[in-house]
């Protein structure tokens, strides 16, 4: 953390406008649905025929996989073997990979959805967990702006049902669990939510759902963790989702910055195996660039107080 760092000159950032999405290019659109590979699901409040006009929500599956479904599983490349390690091991690329259009107009952020707007994109989500309970984990991601990696500018949310539990998921179900045992039952992230309130100083927004705060360890400036209000360990599961929570924030964020950034966000699951895990949604905008240190040495560094973060997101009109 190198909060004095955000004080040199030219330090502050610059956000410019999303440009509006071309709907005569956009896939994603409603009417254009011929555009995208045949619907996986879909919402439709009046019913109607697949591959239709009238949607509120629709999932295919990626044009581009990175994981191609009914591939047979190899299993770990490095599990057997004795005497020389082969240096080039791989491992079959097998697993689903879908977006979700959270929404039928051409519109480039989820806060464009509105609050209900983005209720019904998040049940989906969650509807989309469900259907691959029989993957190892479930990776729920949405990218904002090209900075931010996303190649079409109409809002969509990618599920990635993977083969296998990501490490960093894995290490964070196993300090959940040691957490619980060493505190004789207790929940990680309750603990932390309840001393984040307590202190105030990191503390975004609440609401009767879900509560917003800037993270001690952020990644980089205006990194916000949603987190419901009692700890849940899947998100999947019925109870709240954090939209009404999410779309707060992301409007203080475009306050704050004139401009919503380009921004990477991702739902935190619980993993399967998992004793004791809370689900969250982590927000990370795209204010700055990993540099040498980051790449070279795998050290984060933040050069913006979460402290600072938090008081002008919860001083921000929505």
Request: charged share 25%; net charge negative; with cysteine.
């Amino acid at each position: 953390m190198a909060a004095e760092r955000a004080e040199r000159p030219g330090a502050w950032f610059d956000v410019s406008p999303r440009p509006p999405v071309d709907p005569d290019t956009d896939p994603f659109r409603d009417g254009h649905e011929d555009r995208t590979p045949p619907e996986v699901y879909a919402l439709r409040a009046n019913g109607g025929p697949a591959d239709s006009p009238g949607w509120q929500v629709r999932v295919v599956p990626n044009l581009y996989p990175a994981l191609e479904p009914g591939q047979a599983d190899t299993g770990d490349p490095l599990e057997t073997g004795r005497g020389e390690p082969d240096l080039f091991a791989t491992r079959t690329a097998s697993g689903v990979h879908e977006v979700v259009i959270n929404g039928p107009e051409p519109v480039s952020s989820l806060h464009d959805l509105g609050p209900e707007g983005l209720t019904t994109a998040m049940g989906v989500w969650r509807e989309r967990i469900r259907t691959h309970t029989g993957s190892a984990y479930v990776h729920v991601i949405v990218n904002e702006g090209r900075q931010a990696g996303a190649s079409l500018p109409h809002t969509h949310t990618q599920i990635y049902a993977l083969p296998f539990v990501p490490s960093v998921v894995a290490r964070e179900r196993e300090r959940f669990t040691a957490y619980r045992d060493r505190t004789q039952g207790r929940n990680l992230l309750a603990d932390v939510l309840q001393e984040e309130v307590r202190r105030r100083d990191r503390l975004v927004a609440v609401d009767s759902e879900a509560v917003a705060i800037c993270p001690f360890a952020s990644r980089g400036p205006f990194h916000v963790q949603i987190l419901p209000r009692k700890p849940r360990a899947r998100f999947e599961d019925d109870g709240p989702l954090g939209a009404e929570l999410l779309h707060d924030v992301l409007g203080r964020l475009e306050s704050v910055l004139g401009a919503l950034p380009p921004l990477n966000m991702w739902v935190r699951t619980a993993p399967p195996g998992s004793a004791a895990f809370c689900w969250r949604i982590e927000l990370v905008p795209r204010l700055a660039q990993q540099a040498g240190l980051e790449l070279g040495a795998g050290v984060e560094l933040c050069a913006f107080a979460p402290e600072r973060g938090a008081e002008l997101l919860r001083a921000a009109r929505t």
